[in-house]
């Protein structure tokens, strides 16, 4: 593991799983009067506290219907759509489809219940029958701003990326006034890693709506991407202020306040969003990473083992994952390795959790067998990783396979020729396989990329007990 230490964290991965399909339409949670989506609508990250999409904060331009919209014109199919759509909130899919086949034989040409219709078949996981909704929709509704940011999400969930971000631009230019589409567009960029391109989406959604959260809280994540840390607390500040019963913001606050080394105001932020709701688990998981940071290992372990107890049997693998890491801050190698197990145990495919058991075996020159096919599996699952290359390298040498070691090494400097913790490691495999002067070329040229790596100390001593100077 790169950093050469037992206790430090893999985090280098991205384990950000597809985001759930959904469509959410403005114009009925307007009128039903629920224009907040679940805050939760993405799932957990390494353990980290979630990053809720900037559609996920209240609108204070719902009721401002964007141009192209309309309910049924039938009062008993507006009624029925209505229904459905309250139906679906509860998960009452069935009641939902008997309501909206009525919305749809009453007035067959309004386009919400077929917006609805493809809701309801993303929550089924009929994903063709939600296209082929979708399509109907667009054309009851070409030119609806809100039917082709529908159109966009329903895209974007398909990992459609260029036909999403059509739609988005294309309901932009319906109605350059509806908020929407633009934080849309922003979070596709920002996913797609062209955070500038999501600055600009997010500021023109702020200025359709100077007033809506969501928008300062897009513009705060797209400048986190940029790491323009104090823009973005202002703008997390901002989005707090708008939407003061809202806990998300504030995460996000604490979450770059810690990030700026500010652990008293991080912890206080975190509390303050604990207030605001004692269950919102992304609170709970910020609170955690001040604590470890401000050295207090022991109380973080206290709140996340709190924080597992609470969810039982759905506590994801990357909680264990966090636990495990902390124990290893810690120096609680044992405790680490059941944490790392477990979260194997939920989900096998889990890679920071194979890297770190094999690198703590590794560290402790036991149960190399079984190391090795953690490391190997870990690079398998993710193979990009350096940090992952670096960890089997260590196993093999633990195992006194130089030549595999170097194999591997080998193959983590295509990717990066002057990764000092790389070179260094491959000083070791070289020396250990009675090559000097290649070690010492290695350890040199460690040292002399000017990157800090933790192993530098130990570099310029193997440097001057082959006989070579720093």
Known sequence: MLGGSALRPERGSDLTPARPLRILSPLLFAVVGAIVPPAQSEPIRSGAPM??????????AAKALPKGSELPKNPEAREALLEARRAMQE????????ALARAMQLEPKAYGPVLASADLALRRGRVAEANQQMKKALSLAPESAEVATAAGRLAAGQNLRAEAEAQ?????KIDPAFVMPYLDLGELQLASGKAKDAEASFRLAQKADPAHAGAAYGLGRSLVAQRELRGAQ??????????????????????????????????????????????FLPAKLVRVDI???????????????????????????????????????ARKLDEAMRAYRKAIEIDPNFHPALNNM????????????????WAKQAVQLNPN??????????????RGDTQGAMATLAQALKRDKNQPTILFRMGQAQEMAGQTAQAQASYKAALDTGRPFPEAADARKRLSGLGAKP
């Open 51 to 60: 990053a809720p999409s900037a559609a996920s904060m209240p609108d204070s």
């Open 91 to 98: 998960g009452k899919l069935d009641v939902a489809e008997t």
């Open 168 to 172: 988005y631009r294309r309901a932009i």
């Open 234 to 279: 202002a703008a997390f500040e901002q989005s707090a202020s708008l939407a003061p019963k809202i806990p998300i913001p504030l995460v996000a606050l604490a979450e770059v306040q810690l990030a700026l080394g500010e652990t008293t105001r991080a912890l206080a932020t975190a509390e303050r969003a604990s207030t605001l709701d004692p269950n």
């Open 291 to 329: 604590l470890a940071a401000s050295g207090q290992t022991d109380a973080a372990l206290q709140q996340l083992d709190r924080v597992i107890a609470d969810l039982g049997n759905s506590a994801p693998a990357a909680l264990y994952f966090k636990q495990g890491s902390l124990y290893g801050s």
């Open 358 to 373: 094999a690198w703590i075996s590794a560290v402790r020159r036991a149960d190399l067998d079984a190391a090795l096919g």
């Open 385 to 398: 990783s350096l940090n992952y290359l670096d960890t089997l390298a260590t196993v093999q040498l633990a």
